[in-house]
């Protein structure tokens, strides 16, 4: 009966050692020292943006379409200074017409040519650009759509070796959530008619807020304080539970980027609250690769959908390390995809 019940202790251990390496990834062994600084945002471009987006452009919501196409035009015009290669995918809700941004690098997919293994698989990153309601949006989105100009800026100056798309999605923001109307779900359906399967989908979903105080951090599940940091001073790759392998890429290469900025993942059900809130969820419905990189939105920021959030409380030197950090993920990808021609 003694060994029956250690063996049952060893067994029950074993389980949760296992699930605990599913859901939280942890790095094992040396980082990658070629990802080590690939590059270096620009934290005062980044601050820039977000200033404008958050001030001269803030409301810029579903009910306010004169602003969020202004917010719109601003950020197709800073993507046309690197690249000439922008497109705007319009459609409507309601009457009234709304616009994501995509911006390509690299090899460009011709959607009306034959390939023998079939089209190149593009790394795509997005951002949302709208608001909630009457905020100024700062860390919601406007520092995700911050990350975005800063990587076509670095993108211009150090051309990738694959497809790159970025996209500035409209509508992710209520009443239009979970809906079709959300620019994302347009995104991916176009994706899908089109026969695309992208390499990965890597969304910035709040990256600006953090915190060094003991116990600003909260989470989900009282447990996960047990597994993650109790302070707010990290950032996060969130993937569904059947794609734990790119969730731990998306990480490994985050973490070798900078080292000083910790890296955390998570690999969860989407019941779990926040796991799918934001356009990420979007390429899951056509089970599609994505992971959200987010500073944790409202399990850490106050400011999280209310007239604070502004651009004067985010850290915009943590900011461009989670820049450079996805940059390094790209490129960690594409070492790992065919050359295209």
């Known amino acids: 009966m003694k060994k029956l019940s250690t063996t049952?202790?060893?067994?029950?251990?074993?389980?949760?050692?296992?699930?605990?390496?599913?859901?939280?990834?942890p790095v094992i062994g040396d980082l990658d020292k070629e990802l080590q600084n690939l590059s270096k945002a620009d934290a005062q471009r980044l601050k820039a943006d977000v200033e404008k987006l958050s001030t001269?452009?803030?409301?810029?919501?579903?009910?306010?379409?004169?602003?969020?196409?202004?917010?719109?035009?601003?950020?197709?015009?800073e993507l046309e200074k690197t690249t000439t290669h922008v497109d705007i995918q319009t459609y409507q809700v309601?009457?009234?017409?709304?616009?994501?941004?995509?911006?390509?690098?690299?090899?460009?997919?011709?959607?009306?040519?034959?390939?023998?293994?079939?089209?190149?698989k593009p790394i795509i990153i997005g951002a949302h650009y709208d608001t909630y309601e009457q905020t100024m949006g700062a860390d919601d989105n406007a520092s995700g759509v911050a990350g975005l100009l800063e990587?076509?800026?670095?993108?211009?100056?150090?051309?990738?070796?694959?497809?790159?798309?970025?996209?500035?999605?409209?509508?992710?923001?209520?009443?239009?959530?979970?809906?079709?109307?959300?620019g994302s779900r347009q995104h991916a359906a176009s994706l899908v008619r089109a026969g695309i399967t992208p390499l990965q989908v890597i969304v910035l979903e709040m990256i600006g807020y953090y915190n060094d105080a003991d116990d600003s951090q909260e989470y989900p599940?009282?447990?996960?304080?047990?597994?993650?940091?109790?302070?707010?001073?990290?950032?996060?790759?969130?993937?569904?539970?059947?794609?734990?392998?790119?969730?731990?890429k998306v990480k490994m290469a985050m973490q070798a980027a900078h080292q000083e900025l910790a890296v955390e993942s998570i690999?969860?059900?989407?019941?779990?609250?926040?796991?799918?809130?934001?356009?990420?969820?979007?390429?899951?419905?056509?089970?599609?690769?994505?992971?959200?990189?987010?500073?944790?939105?409202?399990?850490?920021?106050?400011?999280?959908?209310r007239p604070t959030d502004t651009a004067d409380t985010l850290d915009y030197g943590r900011m461009a390390k989670v820049v450079d950090g996805v940059y390094a993920a790209v490129n960690n990808l594409s070492r790992q995809t065919e050359n295209y021609e």
């Open 8 to 25: 049952i202790a060893i067994l029950i251990l074993l389980s949760i050692a296992i699930c605990v390496c599913v859901v939280k990834q």
């Open 56 to 77: 001269d452009y803030a409301k810029r919501n579903f009910w306010d379409v004169k602003t969020l196409s202004l917010a719109t035009s601003y950020i197709k015009t």
């Open 94 to 120: 309601d009457g009234e017409q709304f616009h994501n941004v995509i911006a390509h690098f690299g090899p460009i997919i011709d959607n009306t040519a034959t390939y023998e293994n079939g089209p190149p």
């Open 151 to 182: 990587l076509a800026r670095i993108f211009a100056e150090k051309p990738p070796s694959v497809p790159i798309q970025l996209v500035a999605y409209t509508l992710e923001e209520p009443p239009n959530f979970r809906t079709d109307n959300m």
């Open 221 to 248: 599940l009282s447990f996960l304080k047990w597994l993650y940091p109790t302070r707010a001073n990290f950032i996060a790759v969130v993937g569904n539970l059947t794609d734990t392998s790119n969730t731990k």
């Open 267 to 305: 690999n969860a059900p989407a019941a779990i609250m926040g796991v799918d809130f934001s356009d990420h969820a979007s390429y899951w419905l056509y089970g599609m690769p994505a992971v959200m990189v987010t500073d944790t939105s409202f399990y850490r920021n106050q400011n999280y959908h």
